[in-house]
Every structure is written in structure tokens, then in C-alpha cells.
Nanobody, 127 residues
Framework: QLQLVESGGGLVQPGGSLKLSCAAS????????IGWFRQAPGKEREGVSC????????VYADSVKGRFTISRDNAKNRVYLQMNSLKPEDTPEYYC????????????????????WGQGTQVTVSS
């Protein structure tokens, strides 16, 4: 049974930083590419970043380029999202999900191409 658990969310001031973690339960995470999404109440889920199985290929949404960095440590069964220079619009809840390398190679954030989802971690950027 595949399960992902996100952590690391919290309250931070504009311009601050947070590091999110996506952990696997019941499977080896390095078998999958991983994507990070975010969703605000009443809004569509938005692709943020994704990373290939090896970590060699990464993709970022235009809204976070230069501010966020995705990485993975397969030995620890973790994928991370380092978020710097945070803005109020970065406030939505963040989710990680499994995908294929082909999805990452194509730079796709199509919802249907991501299969197993965590329950989310809330990020709040506010003064």
C-alpha cells in the first residue's frame, strides 16, 4: 500500500524560508519520480516542482523558479522542497505525489499523471 506523508509546513514571515519533506511509507520512494503541488481553498491544484527518480532532472513552475529547490535523498527515502523568499501567495497547502520519469522529462504537471498523493502540509506566509 503506497502512502506519502508531507511535513515541514508552518507559519513564516514574507521573505522567510521553509523546507518541506515528503516521506514514503510502505514502499521505496526511489522507485518513483515525485512532484510537489499546492492548492488554496477554492482554487485548482497547481504544480510547483517535480524531480526524476535519480534526481538528475528537475522542473519548476514559473511562479517559483529561482526561489524553490527540489531535491531528494534516496538513502533516507525523502524528497525535499526548499522554499526561500516566500511570498503570501505561497501560502497554499502543499502535497507530494508519485509520478513516472517520463512525466518529469516532459515537464508535465498534469494532475492525471500523478498517482499517489499525501495528505498535505499547510504553509502560511504572513506578517
Amino acid at each position: 500500500q503506497l502512502q506519502l506523508v508531507e511535513s515541514g509546513g508552518g507559519l513564516v514571515q514574507p521573505g522567510g524560508s521553509l523546507k518541506l519533506s515528503c516521506a514514503a511509507s510502505g514502499f521505496t520512494l526511489d522507485y518513483y519520480a515525485i512532484g510537489w503541488f499546492r492548492q488554496a481553498p477554492g482554487k485548482e491544484r497547481e504544480g510547483v516542482s517535480c524531480i526524476s527518480r535519480s534526481g538528475g532532472t528537475t522542473v519548476y513552475a514559473d511562479s517559483v523558479k529561482g526561489r524553490f529547490t527540489i531535491s531528494r535523498d534516496n538513502a533516507k527515502n525523502r524528497v525535499y522542497l526548499q522554499m526561500n523568499s516566500l511570498k503570501p501567495e505561497d501560502t497554499p497547502e502543499y502535497y507530494c505525489a508519485t509520478a513516472s520519469d517520463s512525466t518529469v522529462f516532459s515537464g508535465s504537471f498534469l494532475y492525471a499523471e500523478y498517482e499517489n498523493w499525501g495528505q498535505g502540509t499547510q504553509v502560511t506566509v504572513s506578517s
